[in-house]
């Protein structure tokens, strides 16, 4: 891992993920008790003082780039999967 990412503390992978490597992200909660620099590093320096953030990498490339959103941006996110703002992009 480089040193330029933050380690979370657990990857979780969506319960409808198929298991045979098809297309799936993973979340995790990241940079819990990291310092400025690091999210700096990560080109995260400006939420750096926004708590931790939510990392998002593609399971099948977990070494890969990630993205770093904080709490309320993941959240408004998910909610617009919810209510299926997103759905013409299928």
């Known amino acids: 891992m480089g040193s330029a990412q933050v ?8 319960s409808f993920s198929n298991g045979t ?6 979340v995790a909660l990241a940079g819990e008790g990291h310092d400025e620099v690091r999210y700096e590093e990560l ?3 400006h939420k750096a003082d926004l708590g931790p953030l ?6 099948k490339n977990p070494d890969g780039p990630r ?19 997103f759905d013409d992009l299928r």
């Open 43 to 45: 080109g995260a320096g």
């Open 7 to 14: 380690t979370p503390t657990t990857w979780r992978k969506s």
């Open 21 to 26: 490597g098809g297309n799936c992200v993973e």
């Open 67 to 85: 993205l770093y959103f904080t709490r309320s941006e993941f959240e408004a996110f998910r909610r617009g999967v919810v209510a299926g703002e």
């Open 54 to 59: 939510i990392a998002l990498r593609d399971s």
